[in-house]
Nanobody, 127 residues
Framework: QVQLVESGGGSVQAGGSLKLSCIVS????????VAWFRQAPGKEREGLFC????????YYQESVKGRFTIARDTPKSTLYLEMNMLKPEDTAMYYC????????????????????WGKGTRVTISS
């Protein structure tokens, strides 16, 4: 079965950093589009980034550009999200998701095309 497990969340002060990990199993990692999302209580889910199977990538939130970066570690089947200069508005549950294999069209800001989802990891940023 397919599993996506996020980790690395926690509570930090504004200006701090966190590195989130999403360990993927049950699929061939490089054959799938993979993405990061976040959702705060009472707010809609926000797509942050999608790394498509084709190799193309997209950032969906201007607020994280220059502060967040993503990376795939294929040997470890892990998707990372490095977060720097964190702000209170970054407080949310962070989720990774995947869809595929070997097809285009799964990436979107809404995440509607994602097939597999992790349970999320909580990030709390205080002032």
């Amino acid at each position: 079965q397919v599993q996506l497990v996020e980790s690395g969340g926690g509570s930090v002060q504004a200006g701090g950093s966190l590195k989130l990990s999403c360990i993927v199993s049950g699929i061939t990692f490089d054959d799938y589009s993979v993405a990061w999302f976040r959702q705060a209580p009472g707010k809609e889910r926000e797509g942050l980034f999608c790394s498509a199977w084709s190799g193309a990538s997209a950032y969906y939130q201007e607020s994280v550009k220059g502060r967040f970066t993503i990376a795939r570690d294929t040997p470890k089947s892990t998707l990372y999200l490095e977060m720097n200069m964190l702000k209170p508005e970054d407080t949310a549950m962070y989720y990774c998701a995947a869809a595929g294999p070997r097809q285009a069209g799964f990436c979107s800001e809404s995440g509607a095309g994602m097939k597999y989802w992790g349970k999320g990891t909580r990030v709390t940023i205080s002032s």
